[in-house]
């Protein structure tokens, strides 16, 4: 017989919810308020878009996201995949090793990545800019793309790879024709988190962001010191929508994968 949850946990799972995701919805609204300032309500409007993109200052700032987000990305993606692939058949202590310092920066603080990505710029005399701006992102986006593409590798016996290499393949027609479909979902998602978390740092880019390369987190963050306004709020919701539909898109990726997986057989 199946049980019934209590009626209180599925109270507090909407409670939950609301405390959440209520500051993101007010956000949302308020960007259609014609009202000047956010407390007041006035009425309907789309003029604070219009000016959003007549903004020269949020089209620059919007450049210098897509083309670190862009750039850091496809580096990330390349080098967590390689290393992925480079320590699948690691084993015992070494395997942990390896893995405890990729997911290190996973969990360590973002504060504390961007004071040490600052320190070590300082050290090597290197002047913040764009290219600082990418080297810290592709840092942290590179563990994101490892732990994605190593959980889908985890999943994968090695039954197709070992038969095509009994079938006279070599190794790199082993891997374009047979490792890299099984493992394309998972370098998409990947690459799509590492996109997603790229458009959307402010921490990190905070610490290593120079007077040209204004990313639209930090350009959000200094007009906000001067007072919220629903062109910000505007700005705001067009980076929610487009993060929630990348992080949807990844995970829609990732289990169309796992699910064309779970139907493919093996040939007898």
């Known amino acids: 017989m199946k049980k019934r949850s209590h009626p209180l946990l599925g109270i507090h799972s909407y409670l939950m919810l609301a405390?959440?995701?209520?500051?993101?919805?007010?956000?949302?609204?308020?960007?259609?308020?014609?009202?000047?300032?956010?407390?007041?309500?006035?009425?309907?409007?789309?003029d604070w878009y219009t000016s959003l993109f007549q903004n020269r200052h949020v089209r620059e700032a919007l450049m210098n996201s897509?083309?670190?987000?862009?750039?850091?990305?496809?580096?990330?993606?390349?080098?967590?995949?390689?290393?992925?692939?480079?320590?699948?058949?690691?084993?015992?202590?070494?395997?942990?090793g390896m893995n405890g310092l990729l997911y290190l920066p996973v969990i360590i603080p973002d504060i504390i990545m961007g004071l040490s990505l600052l320190v070590m710029f300082s050290?090597?005399?290197?002047?913040?800019?764009?290219?600082?701006v990418m080297i810290a992102h592709i840092t942290f986006s590179l563990s994101y793309v490892y732990v994605v593409v190593t959980a889908r590798l985890s999943g994968m016996g090695k039954q197709l790879e070992e038969a095509a290499q009994d079938l006279g393949a070599t190794p790199w027609q082993t891997f374009r024709h047979v490792t890299l479909p099984q493992?394309?979902?998972?370098?998409?998602?990947?690459?799509?988190?590492?996109?997603?978390?790229?458009?959307?740092?402010?921490?990190?880019?905070f610490f290593v962001a120079g007077p040209s390369s204004t990313t639209l987190p930090i350009y959000i963050y200094a007009q906000v010191k001067r007072g919220i306004s629903p062109e910000i709020n505007a700005l705001c919701t067009l980076l929610i929508l487009v993060s929630i539909t990348l992080i949807l898109l990844s995970q829609y990726?990732?289990?169309?994968?796992n699910n064309d997986?779970?139907?493919?057989?093996?040939?007898i």
């Not at 990726?253 to 994968?257: K, Q, S, W």
């Open 19 to 46: 405390f959440i995701y209520m500051p993101i919805l007010i956000i949302i609204i308020y960007s259609f308020n014609s009202a000047r300032l956010s407390g007041n309500w006035e009425g309907f409007t789309l």
């Open 66 to 96: 897509l083309t670190i987000a862009i750039t850091s990305t496809v580096v990330s993606t390349m080098l967590g995949t390689a290393a992925a692939l480079a320590l699948r058949d690691l084993r015992g202590k070494k395997r942990s």
């Open 123 to 132: 050290q090597l005399n290197m002047p913040l800019g764009k290219t600082t």
């Open 183 to 205: 493992i394309a979902p998972g370098i998409i998602s990947g690459a799509l988190i590492a996109f997603t978390l790229s458009l959307d740092d402010f921490m990190v880019s």
């Open 253 to 257: 990726i990732l289990n169309r994968g």
């Open 261 to 267: 997986k779970k139907h493919k057989t093996l040939p």
